[in-house]
Nanobody, 119 residues
Framework: QVQLVESGGGLGQPGGSLRVSCAASGFTFSNYYMTWVRQAPGKGLDWVSAINIGGDKTWYAESVKGRFTISRDNAKNTLYLQMNSLRTEDTALYYC????????????WGQGTQVTVSS
């Protein structure tokens, strides 16, 4: 079955960097757009970034543009999110999700990895 497993979260300092990863299995990873979504404590879901099949087109929320970089390695079935210039407001549970092609609909989600930004 489809599995998405995030890893790499943890504690980061304001201005610092973290990288989260998402290992995919159970489907042909290279056939799907992928996305990152986050949820801050007590808040709703917040779309962060998306990437196309080949990895040459990316999209970002305004709040992370210029600071975060999404990428993928189709040979390793892995999605990444490099987070630089971290802010306290980036504190959230970060989920990777599979995009089947319907607007704003993601059909498989990981369990999430916690990112906490604090001094």
């Amino acid at each position: 079955q489809v599995q998405l497993v995030e890893s790499g979260g943890g504690l980061g300092q304001p201005g610092g960097s973290l990288r989260v990863s998402c290992a995919a299995s159970g489907f042909t990873f290279s056939n799907y757009y992928m996305t990152w979504v986050r949820q801050a404590p007590g808040k709703g879901l917040d779309w962060v970034s998306a990437i196309n099949i080949g990895g040459d087109k990316t999209w970002y929320a305004e709040s992370v543009k210029g600071r975060f970089t999404i990428s993928r390695d189709n040979a390793k079935n892995t999605l990444y999110l490099q987070m630089n210039s971290l802010r306290t407001e980036d504190t959230a549970l970060y989920y990777c999700a599979r995009d089947p092609g319907k607007p704003w609909y993601f059909d498989s989600w990981g369990q999430g990895t916690q990112v906490t930004v604090s001094s």
